[in-house]
């Protein structure tokens, strides 16, 4: 059963999906999450700090398409991508040469995937954000809410910037596939760059296209 603040992000989510940020009313997300308005206020401190707390959740799923993604062929190459709030970075190390570029390729369809259903993840990744989509303040230092309420500490900072997005999960591939840092990021920059300008034969081609010639584990590639 989700916690109260698991339900909140998910009615905000929701209530996103169906209006703009502007539009979304505090007392709606609460009634859908089934928590009183006072509970939203005292997890989040208010709109500002719940529009944080969204952005970062959406962050945080990001780097949890890393775990099935990387994972040994035949378990979690397929389906759909991972929850928020999932175990992450839990990947058996995926071998070498044209194993880790398949690793890479599946990582970087997973992603496209996701973001093109989730318009706060594509607008993290591509730093294109709408206008209809929140733009959240950072909080003050023990600064309260104008309904008095304290947001937890750990919404009180902004998200990870998309720059911020692509070192993290590349550290996190690298680790769990030994693949290359560059060829990392070339995969994650190609899927970031096919929300953005979409190639017709999609993000997995263009990776195996970039890397299939060079093992993504060699100390050669991305140095060509």
Known sequence: MPTAREALLDAAHEALCERPWVAVRMVDVAASARVSRQTLYNEFGGKDGLAR????????????????????????????????????????PAGTGDDAVECLVALAERLVRRAEARPLLRALLTGCRCAHLPDPRPAHPGGASRSGAVPHPVDAGLPPGAGDLVTRMRDRVQRATG????????????????LVV?????????????????SATSPTTGGR
């Open 198 to 214: 979409p190639h017709p034969d999609g993000a997995g081609a263009l990776v195996r296209a970039a890397l299939g010639r060079v």
């Open 179 to 194: 693949a290359r840092p560059p060829a990392v990021e070339i995969a994650v920059r190609l899927a970031v760059s096919q």
């Open 53 to 92: 707390a969204l952005l970062r959740y959406e962050a945080d799923s990001c780097l949890e398409l890393v775990a099935p993604a990387v994972a040994p062929t035949g378990t979690g190459t397929s389906g759909t991508s991972g929850t928020p709030g999932s175990p992450a970075g839990t990947g058996a």
